[in-house]
């Protein structure tokens, strides 16, 4: 449908003259019988309304039942209905209101622009609004604000509930082992309890994780879906104070009404009391629990502690990568012959084995010698190496166009091609272009404008570069700072503090490309070589 065309006919005549294709859209968030019934009268209504026009042909039509409006892209008939109207299927598309089409007002927004790009209006039937209407825009933004504001309202009203049952000691959450909810207090399951007791009890007299796991298993016991119940959920249910007869709420908190999306609060923060056993009946005895847990939290730090090394205080950890997949290295610590070896080997080799990845192992002890070298060498030369870069990095930042200039022309592109749709408009109300030339032409011109508007949003999203003088000064001064330095004094805090990240490229058996990117503002990666030895390459 040619919009602008319309828009013009419309000045004379009602949309119930114009020929269109009309489709209607209906969704309902539950499946409860009212709500069948409401989508029912809603297909009724919106048929008969279609078919008594003689000028309108039916287009279909498109219902989600029992799908929440929360997110568009979950709703399968919606999104058909988009690839149809983009394939020009559907000029009009009927709907009862706002909050049936959409419950925020980014995506009322988004969706009715799209559709007006592929030449379809929305008529919002109860909310009197039709997007063929040029000033329908602003009103949709004031219904859709007012429907999204429900959901808050609605949101804040559950967490109202929530707050107030956990305040009343009414026990909230879904299946747990060992119990089931009836009307807000727990009752046993006694197979489940059985098993949840045998969990406590193996666990605390040194059964780990893994055993239980394949224990259960073995014994017929299975998950709620019908698989293993795993070593995590096995720790979860060591960990979870109901089993020992405490009521337990507020653990978690919802941050954003709309993804959902929850936080987990700290257990100083939780209402948490022993219960008289009338809503949480005990299952295990407290001083098993603690048990357990003890031994939960000790193994726990052991495992942190291991040879294979994650612990933050490492020098290389988070610091040094493979070329090959992008994998951290790991540190690998033994002893041959009384003598501690610790090395660096790439943690994908370590979990997929040794024809995952041709690199090889680096000793720690080599590698603090050659950022000891680099940085004494770098420190001897590095006015001559600066003064190298300097015209290198100064003529690549002056490169980069001024963001108000450069803004400034695309605005005015824009206006330009805001301009060349006006003009086709007027040629086609003239008769000089046809409708079909019209859309063609319209419809890239939007996808330019589009195109343009993305780009000015990166720029005045992305942060100017530091001037090349403070860059440069910067690497310079924290380069002098360890001037001297031995490969003893090599520690975690002058690596972090000198360098963002370092890479390993595997050449060959035992020879590889070591490129050191600093750690200074926005400086990016530098290429100049060094060579610290017969078979390294290094670079900064």
């Known amino acids: 449908m040619n919009i602008y065309y319309v828009r013009e006919k419309l000045r004379s005549c009602s949309i119930y003259d114009i020929e269109l294709n009309v489709a ?60 149809d109207a983009k394939l020009g299927k ?42 063929i209407d040029e000033d329908s825009e602003l009103r949709l933004t004031i219904m859709a604000g007012v429907a999204q504001d429900e959901i808050r309202k609605l949101s804040s009203r559950i967490k109202f509930g929530h707050a107030q049952s956990i305040k009343n000691g009414v026990v909230l959450g879904h299946r747990m082992y060992g119990y089931s909810n009836h009307q807000g207090k ?108 003890a031994y939960l939290r000790e193994r726990g730090e052991a495992i942190k502690s291991r040879k294979t090394s994650f612990k933050s205080e490492n020098i290389f950890t988070g610091k040094l990568f493979c070329a090959n997949d992008g994998a951290p290295y790991w540190m690998k610590q033994h002893y041959i012959r009384g003598k501690e070896d610790v090395r660096w080997v790439c943690s994908y080799k370590i979990k997929n084995g040794a024809a995952s990845c041709d690199s090889f192992g680096l000793a720690e002890s080599e590698l603090k010698e050659v950022i000891a070298e680099l940085i004494n060498k770098s420190s001897e030369n590095i006015d001559s190496i600066l003064e190298e870069y300097f015209e290198i990095l100064q003529s690549s930042i002056k490169n980069i166009p001024d963001n108000k200039n450069e803004i400034s022309r695309l605005e005015k592109q824009i206006d330009l091609l805001k301009q060349k749709r006006e003009k086709i408009l007027e040629y086609n109300l003239d008769g000089k272009i046809s409708d079909d030339e019209f859309i063609s032409r319209n419809k890239e011109y939007v996808k330019q404008i589009k195109q343009i508007e993305s780009h000015i949003l990166e720029i005045q999203n992305t942060k100017s570069p530091e001037p090349v003088e403070i860059q440069l000064s910067a690497i310079k001064e924290k380069l002098e700072k360890f001037k001297g330095v031995n490969p003893k004094d090599i520690n975690r805090q002058i690596v972090n503090e000198l360098f963002e990240k370092i890479t390993v490229e595997p050449l060959a058996a035992t020879c590889a490309t070591l490129t050191f990117q600093l750690r200074s503002g926005n400086l990016e990666k530098w290429g100049f070589p060094l060579r610290c030895s017969d078979d390294m390459i290094f670079t900064i």
């Not at 989508?39 to 799908?67: C, M, P």
């Open 186 to 293: 727990l009752e046993l399951i006694p197979e489940e309890a059985d098993m949840v007791r045998m969990v406590f009890r193996d666990y605390a007299s040194g059964m780990s994780t893994p055993r239980i796991e394949k224990k259960l298993w073995n014994m017929g016991y299975r998950s709620f879906k019908g698989g293993k119940i795993s070593r995590d959920v096995i720790k979860n249910i060591i960990r979870n104070p109901k089993y020992k007869g405490y009521y337990c709420g507020g653990k978690v908190k919802i941050v954003d009404m709309f993804t959902k999306k929850q936080e987990f609060l700290p257990q100083s923060e939780w209402v948490m009391f022993k219960d008289d056993g009338s809503r949480v009946p005990q299952i295990i005895d407290e001083i098993t629990w603690e048990k357990a847990n």
């Open 24 to 83: 209607y859209y209906a969704r309902v968030s539950t499946e409860k019988v009212e709500q069948q019934a409401s989508i029912k009268h809603q297909e009724e209504h919106f048929e008969e309304l279609i078919h008594s026009n003689n000028r309108w042909k039916f287009a279909g039509s498109y219902i989600d039942d029992g799908i929440s409006g929360m997110h568009a892209d979950k709703r399968e008939e919606f999104q058909r209905m988009l690839r």
């Open 90 to 131: 559907i000029d009009m598309i009927i709907t009862k209101e706002i909050s049936r089409f959409a419950r925020n007002t980014l995506d009322s927004i988004q969706y009715t622009r799209e559709l007006l790009s592929y030449g379809v209006c929305v008529w919002f039937q109860n909310d009197g609004i039709n997007t």
